[in-house]
Each structure stands twice: as C-alpha cells, then as structure tokens.
C-alpha cells in the first residue's frame, strides 16, 4: 500500500509563515525598539538633569550641587562623587579668593607707607636727617615686601607640587647650631639667649629648607615670646623632631587649630609687622619633606616643632 500527502497544504502553510513574519518582523522590531528607547531614556533622565545642573554651574555659584536619584545605583552613586568634587572645587576656590585678597591686602600696607613717606619728601624741603629717616623707612618697607614677595613663591611652588627638596644627610648639632649662630646677635641685642638641646642625631633634609623653617620659628620666639629659645632635636616613634620654645604668653586656644593657616596671626602679632606666613611655611617645608609642623602651647610658653621621617 503506498500513503501520500499532498505538499501544498505545507508549501501555503510556509508562505503564510514567511508573510507574517515579513509583515510582523519589522513592527515588532521596531515596537522593540521604542520600547528600548523609552527604557533607555527613562533610565539616562537623571543624568541628562546632571547634565543641565553642570552645564549651568558657575564660577559665581561655586555652591550649587547636581541633583542625585533616590534609588541607590550607580547613577546616585555618580551624583555623589560629582558632587564631592564640586565641594572639593569650591574649597579650593574659597582659598584661592581668601589667598589672593589677603596678599593684596598684605602688599598694598608697604606701599601705602613708602607712598607716605615719599610723597611728603617731594612736596617741600626736608633736611638731611628727615631725608634719612624717610629713606630707611622705605627700606625697611622694601625688606617686608621682597621676603612677603619669596614667601608667596615658596608657597604657590608648594601648591603645584614643585618646592624643590635636595636632601642631605647632617647632624642635628649641625643643623640646630648652624640656625643659633644665625640669630644669637639679634637675641642678645633683646636680652634674649638662644640654647641647642640634642642627642647625636643624624637626618637627612634639604639644609637651606630646613634652615628657613627653624629661622622662622626662632623668628616668631623672638617676636613675641620672651626669655631663653630652645632649639631641640629629639627622636619619636621613628621620626626626627626639631623644636623650637620660648617661656612667653604661648598660643590661645583659640589660635592653635589655625597657627599653620596662610595670613593667620594671633593677637599678640595682629599689631606686629608680620604677614602671618612664617608657619604655613614650616608647614610646608615639613610636608615637602614627607613629614608635619606641630604647635602646643603651655604655662611654660609656646612649643613649635617639625616632625621629619
């Protein structure tokens, strides 16, 4: 017996197939595809709204934020971090402006004074003596702006990474005496007496920075501290510090947390001729050498140091 089908139900069953998918493909793909897009789109909102709030941020409004999702997701977890950015920006930003009135502020005092002593010198006769005095005036005014001047540049060489550190090794007797020697004229003029406490102590700094860092504390003990300055040299914890005390009035409570801050001064300095730059620049120098400036305060008087590695 031989059984047959005929192929022409099968041949038109495979037509109406390959129609209905020549019809049907296209629209379901693109329904696919709409839908896609309207998810994708869905999705990306928030970052097209952190796009816009960017896009409209300014210099002058340093203190906008992006809008951040509610969901925890990545999208959320991009707001964050761009937002914390944005607040990091806006530090920097409040220092810079905070840096450069002060500077201004700090450099326009000595010219005003030369301009004082100047002007009146052109408008009439002075005698010799007056003459002198108007001179070593200005001097004195020029001596405060070229170190102001250096100052800045110590610190902008800071801000970009590139205060040059040359290390050498030398003993802390060295170092300690080498900056005692500098200062003692100037402390016996005062009254004041200058001392070096320490233990045989090798460490290994650039010499002229190190050297710039205790004159300028010695500086400030001369300034406002009162009887002897002790330059010490001692070991902690694996790290080399270097000292500088005096027996006056310390610091306030007040003051510490900001001692090392660019322009900060204390009350006793605030009449003083100082810019209020000598401790950030030990801090500074003490970063650039991988290490910490320090202050604290006591009955005893004020204690300043470096701690170096």
């Known amino acids: 017996m031989v059984v047959g089908a005929s192929s022409e139900v099968r041949e038109e069953t495979l037509a109406n197939l390959v129609a209905g998918f020549a019809v049907g493909g296209p629209v379901a793909l693109g329904l696919v595809s709409l839908l896609g897009y309207a998810l994708a789109s869905a999705a990306l909102r928030p970052v097209e709204s952190m796009r816009r709030q960017a896009a409209a941020i300014s210099a002058s409004e340093p203190g906008k934020r992006l809008p951040v999702p509610a969901a925890r997701d990545e999208i959320a977890r991009l707001g964050e971090t761009l937002n914390g950015m944005l607040a990091r920006l806006e530090t920097a930003l409040a220092r810079e402006r905070s840096f450069v009135a002060d500077a201004s502020h700090e450099l326009r005092t000595p010219l005003a004074l030369m301009k004082a002593e100047f002007e009146p010198a052109l408008k009439r006769t002075r005698s010799v003596e007056e003459l002198e005095a108007a001179l070593r005036s200005a001097a004195e005014e020029t001596e405060r702006l070229t170190q102001l001047a250096e100052d800045l540049l110590v610190l902008a060489r800071s801000d970009q990474g590139d205060l040059p550190v040359r290390r050498e090794l030398l003993s802390a007797s060295e170092l300690l005496g080498s900056v005692k020697e500098r200062f003692a004229r100037r402390a016996a003029a005062v009254g004041r007496r200058l ?26 003990a001369l300034r406002h501290g009162s009887g002897a300055i002790v330059l010490r040299a001692s070991e902690q914890e694996g790290q080399v510090e270097l000292h500088v005390l005096d027996e006056g009035p310390g610091f306030t409570e007040a003051y510490l947390p900001r001692a090392f801050e660019r322009f900060s001064r204390g009350e006793a300095a605030r009449s003083g001729s100082g810019a209020g730059l000598g401790l950030a620049i030990v801090d500074v120098i003490a970063r650039a050498h991988g290490g910490s400036a320090r202050a604290a305060s006591s009955a005893d008087g004020a204690d300043v140091w470096l701690s170096l590695p």
Request: net charge negative; glycine share 4%; hydrophobic share 40%.
């Open 195 to 220: 001392e070096v406490e320490t233990a045989p102590i090798d460490l290994s700094v650039d010499r002229l920075r190190a050297e710039q860092a205790l004159g300028n504390l010695v500086e400030n």
